[in-house]
């Protein structure tokens, strides 16, 4: 289609052209300057475009040398920096050596390393210059192909060269810019390459320096090391390690709260008050106690298990320590300290283990005084508590026995008062029940004689519930009465009981039987009196002192005690104001195991004497306090008090009983005596009614019976008259009439039997049966209560009722019976009247 399209173009196009100006000169002249002016102006371009393309390339070249002079600079700057970097690692090698034997190996190699990461650092900052004047020769010849494209879009927009003169043109710029890129690289490359080569010599160089350092370092490290060592032997490490006064004061402080624990158990022992002392408190503080002991025991274990361990960790440590320096020393290898020991190991055993195991044997010892002296203290300790608890023990075994004894005194008075008014209540409610049910008995009765034998019955019901009365305040006074001598004996022999624990004795009140032959009677002279005993309106008398009852119940450690008597004892300080356990008891500065210091490792603790015999003096006065609240609590009782409420009360009885056989004769018989009466008129009211209804019945089913005969007789002469007239007939139609006649006759005559047989039916069926619906409806007003019908009254009319309703069906079945015998007849005298007519 194009070839077709440019091929009508020629045809069409003319063969030459005419010019005008070839005529006209002026025309011509006009013409020649245009187009001198139009290749002017192209020319102008053309160089404008040039002149801009050199003046873009020389300021892309001022720019690349100003970036490449800025990398070298830096680049010279990194170098400066990391020869600065390395003499300051080298430093405390090389010139300032007085600590360099503090410092350790993994110090002075690490100088090395750190001198390898300022090498590898130094060439990375190489590559980093290397690419960087690669990426900037790179830029540049990106820069410079997007100036020569502009270029040549310029110069052939200029059209002033030819489009080959402008690819030479093009090439050559091209072949310029390559030239300079390629010398650029080379020099780069040179560059680079001395670069390296130089940090490669001063690497050699630095690792040459900390040689020396270290050799240096080796024989300063070997002096520093013993130093070091002979340091940690005099220093509190191994003479008084902390962590071993730590160690002795957590036992110091466990024996403390061990002993706080136990003297508050104790202290719980004596305070608590004996109404509040039980077996199950004692086992309860035994408990405690017992887990007090292996809590302790766990827990002095685990601080003897410490303290060995640590004996162990010591030993370990000093025996690492040894093995550390002789491993340092020899790695150190510097013969030169050794002397003249021709090993480490001797070295070693001549000048630092003679001290060391000093001081390790002074620790062993100081461990096992302590162990021994804590075993010892527990020892005493857990004897003196156990024997409080087998002492409070028994006074709490005598204190329960006390309150169930109390409790059971209590409860056998309250109970016989309980029992005896529980019987008389019982009885008070069974009589109740017996004047209940005769009063349910009267309510109940339906005719007259019952009614007059219940009131009977009840008036000698009430006679014998006014003697029970009086009975039942007979026994009570008698329980009241002897209320306060039982008290007193209670009381007695509760003090008995817990004298023979308190070291106490009461005075017999009635003389003493004579003692077995041999046996010395107990003497009751010179034994002083104890006061709180009076309290119980007793005389009780002191057979052992407090002191003395503290050596009876504490056995072991009154023979302690004894044994220790030859030598002087210490004189115990007086417990503080307020306190209840005792203080610590100070043994001899020998005994007690000490640091290296002098300081004392433990303290001494026990319970004092002479709080204990305090404490039982005490205790005795708390049994003898509560055995006095208790004869308080038991004597509260107001018993004349209560024995005038006892006859208070049978007073009211009896005089609220005498009203009984009134409110029987009132309240009881008379209102029931009336309603039978009532009921019973009620009743035969309804019976004749009944039979009034049932009368007309029978009077109106005998007149049924007459009308059905009446009418069979009107229905027999009426035909009879029809039979007579009936030879009159002389034609067919007259003999029709008269049969016309004769049938209905006969049908009124059917009709009215119908209308008799049904009233019959009626009275056979409906009528009995209204009766006994009214049967029925009086039952049901029977038992509804509103008119008050008892349920024996309802059984006895039910009976009645029953009767009458069997009298009237059997007067229904009569009654249809004798319709049925009325009914069968019927067809019978109808058809045989018919059937006296002669056939039409």
């Not at 494209?149 to 690819?167: C, K, N, R, T, Y």
């Not at 059905?708 to 002469?717: P, S």
């Amino acid at each position: 289609a194009q070839q077709g399209f440019v091929s009508d173009l020629r045809r069409d196009a003319a063969d030459h052209v005419v010019r005008d100006d070839v005529s006209k000169p002026a025309l011509r002249e006009q013409r020649l300057g245009r187009q001198a002016d139009f290749l002017a102006s192209r020319q102008a371009r053309h160089e404008s475009a040039v002149d801009g393309y050199e003046r873009d390339m020389d300021q892309l070249a001022e720019e690349c040398q100003a970036r490449t002079q800025e990398a070298s600079e830096q680049m010279k700057a990194r170098v400066d920096e990391a020869v600065a970097r390395v003499d300051e690692l080298l430093d405390p090698l090389e010139n300032t050596t007085d600590r360099l034997g503090e410092k350790s190996e993994e110090e002075v190699r690490g100088v090395l390393t750190a001198i390898e990461d300022v090498t590898e650092r130094r060439r990375q900052n190489i590559s980093d210059f290397t690419a960087e004047l690669a990426e900037i020769d790179r830029q540049r010849k990106e820069r410079t192909t997007k100036l020569l494209e502009g270029l040549a879009q310029s110069l052939s927009s200029a059209a002033h060269m030819v489009p080959g003169d402008i690819e030479r043109l093009i090439e050559d710029k091209t072949l310029d810019l390559d030239s300079v890129l390629l010398e650029n690289q080379k020099a780069v490359k040179v560059l680079s390459t001395k670069l390296l080569v130089q940090t490669l010599e001063s690497s050699k160089a630095n690792k040459l320096r900390w040689h020396k350092g270290l050799l240096l370092w080796k024989q300063k490290r070997h002096v520093h090391s013993i130093s070091l060592v002979m340091q940690r032997v005099h220093s509190p490490e191994f003479e008084q390690p902390p962590e071993l006064v730590g160690l002795l004061d957590a036992v110091r402080e466990q024996q403390q709260a061990v002993f706080d624990g136990r003297s508050a158990l104790a202290r719980t022992f004596f305070e608590t008050p004996l109404k509040s002392l039980t077996v199950s408190t004692v086992r309860t503080w035994e408990e405690q106690n017992t887990s007090l002991n292996d809590k302790t025991q766990d827990a002095f274990d685990r601080h003897f298990d410490e303290l060995k361990a640590f004996r162990g960790r010591l030993h370990e440590s000093a025996d690492q320590m040894l093995e550390v320096l002789a491993k340092e020393l020899e790695a150190h290898d510097a013969r030169a300290e050794w002397g003249e020991h021709a090993s480490i190991a001797e070295l070693i055993d001549a000048t630092i283990r003679p001290p060391l195991q000093e001081r390790m044997d002074a620790i062993k010892d100081l461990i096992a005084g302590v162990v021994a002296a804590v075993s010892k203290q527990e020892e005493a300790q857990h004897q003196s508590v156990t024997q409080l608890l087998a002492f409070f023990l028994k006074i709490a075994t005598k204190a329960d026995n006390l309150r169930k004894r109390l409790e059971a005194f209590e409860s056998d008075y309250a109970g016989e008062i309980d029992d005896c008014v529980s019987d008389f209540d019982e009885d008070c409610a069974k009589n109740e029940q017996t004047m209940k049910a005769f009063k349910e008995k009267i309510e109940d009765a339906a005719h007259y004689e019952v009614l007059d034998e219940m009131k009977q019955q009840a008036f000698d019901q009430l006679n014998c519930m006014e003697q029970h009365y009086r009975e039942h305040s007979s026994n009570l006074l008698n329980i009241h009465t002897r209320y306060p001598e039982r008290v007193s004996a209670f009381i007695r022999e509760q003090a008995s009981s817990f004298c023979q624990d308190l070291g106490l004795v009461l005075e017999p009140t009635e003389p003493p039987p004579e003692p077995a032959e041999g046996v010395e009677p107990e003497s009751f002279e010179g034994l002083e009196e104890y006061e709180q005993g009076a309290a119980l309106g007793l005389k009780v008398l002191q057979k052992l002192s407090p002191a003395q009852l503290r050596d009876l119940v504490l056995v072991d450690e009154s023979a302690a005690s004894a044994e220790e008597a030859a030598e002087p004892p210490a004189a115990p300080a007086p417990p503080a104001e307020g306190e209840g356990d005792g203080e610590e008891d100070k043994q001899p500065a020998e005994d007690v195991p000490q640091l290296r210091d002098g300081t004392a490792v433990l303290a001494m603790l026990a319970f004092e004497p002479d709080w204990l015999e305090e404490r039982f003096g005490a205790a005795r006065g708390t049994v003898f306090s509560q055995l006095a609240d208790d004869r308080e609590y038991l004597s509260r009782l107001d018993i004349s008090g209560t024995c005038e409420e006892v006859r208070r009360q049978l007073d009211q009885r009896l005089r609220r009983h005498t009203n009984r056989k009134g409110e029987v004769q009132v309240e009881w018989y008379v209102p029931r005596y009336t309603a039978v009466s009532k009921h019973k008129d009620k009743f035969e009211r309804h019976l004749v009614d009944v039979a009034k209804k049932s009368q007309a019945h029978d009077a109106e089913m005998a007149d049924l019976a007459q009308q059905m005969e009446d009418a069979e007789k009107t229905y027999q002469e009426r035909l009879a008259s029809l039979q007579q007239k009936l030879g009159e007939a002389e034609t067919l139609p007259m003999l029709t009439a008269f049969e016309r006649q004769a049938g209905e006759v006969a049908s009124a005559f059917a009709a009215e039997c119908q209308r008799i047989t049904a009233r019959m039916l009626s009275l056979a069926t409906k009528a009995p049966q209204e009766l006994q619906k009214v049967n029925e409806a009086f039952l049901a007003m029977c038992r509804r209560g509103e008119e008050g019908y008892s349920q024996t009254e309802i059984s006895f009319y039910g009976k009645e009722v029953e009767e009458l309703n069997s009298a009237l069906e059997k007067k229904a079945q009569d009654r249809a019976a004798k319709r049925e015998e009325f009914e069968a007849e019927l067809e019978t005298k109808r058809a045989g009247a018919l059937g006296a007519l002669p056939e039409g």
